[in-house]
């Protein structure tokens, strides 16, 4: 257990609605990351926050996407009118920026659209 | 897209054998880090290794850096089965956003 947190750990969904999961980090770090990761394949950034500031997008974030990081602390990642496409493992992660580069993930929330 | 490649991408040995696995990446990096993950699960950071250091140790690891090949190899000695799971090298090529890149990883299995 690294001290990340992510909720659900399953979700199953039908293609068109909408999702929203939920990472609780490491409590005194102040980055969190959010990663895609597909089958056989190595972890994607997706976008971070510094607190509650999101500094950076991937190309790979289509506008139905949506993260927020509300007060600095949990983060919450919206998938709106789901495709089978998003189908993935939805990781997070939290370090403290300045002091380590050693990022904590948690275990990760895995969607299936049908 | 992923910066790294890993070589190889599956690998059977006996336990007690020791593990090699290699990454190689394409752009100037800061650092490069190594990280473990079993099946369905997150990712468990193992070492870290900056790009002005060329080796560095941590118990049963060892990772070489070669910034003029662009690549790093993971060294696992005397394999356990506990040491079976997915590992993926990873790069930090950005300004300050330690954002990483991961290759695809080495699915590596220590057969008892």
């Known amino acids: 257990d690294t001290g990340v947190s992510q909720d659900p750990r399953h979700k199953i969904t039908k293609r068109g609605q909408n999702v929203t999961f939920r990472c609780d980090p490491i409590?005194?770090?102040?980055?969190l990351y959010w990663y895609r990761q597909t089958l056989g394949q190595g972890p994607e950034f997706l976008t971070y926050f510094q607190n509650e500031a999101q500094l950076e997008k991937s190309r790979l974030l289509s506008d139905r996407f949506s993260a927020e990081r509300p007060k600095g602390s949990f983060s919450t990642l919206e998938i709106q009118r789901t495709e089978q496409g998003d189908s993935a493992m939805y990781l997070c992660?939290?370090?403290?920026?300045?002091?380590?580069?050693?990022?904590?993930f948690g275990p990760g929330t895995r969607l299936t659209v049908t | 897209s992923q910066q790294g490649e890993e070589d190889p991408q599956a690998l059977s040995i006996q336990e007690g054998e020791n593990a090699t696995m290699n990454c190689s990446y394409k752009t100037s990096i800061n650092n490069l880090q190594w990280y473990r993950q079993n099946s369905g699960r997150g990712l468990v950071h193992l070492i870290l290794?900056?790009?002005?250091?060329r080796e560095k140790h941590s118990g049963r690891l060892r990772v070489t850096l070669d910034t003029s090949k662009k690549s790093s190899s993971l060294l696992i000695t005397a394999s356990r089965a506990a040491d079976t799971a997915s590992y993926f090298c990873?790069?930090?090529?950005?300004?300050?956003?330690?954002?990483?890149?991961f290759g695809q990883g080495t699915r590596l299995t220590i057969n008892p």
């Open positions: 990873a790069t930090d090529a950005s300004q300050g956003a330690q954002k990483l890149v």
């Open positions: 992660a939290s370090t403290y920026a300045g002091v380590s580069y050693e990022q904590y």
């Open positions: 409590s005194e770090h102040n980055r």
């Open positions: 290794i900056r790009s002005n250091e």
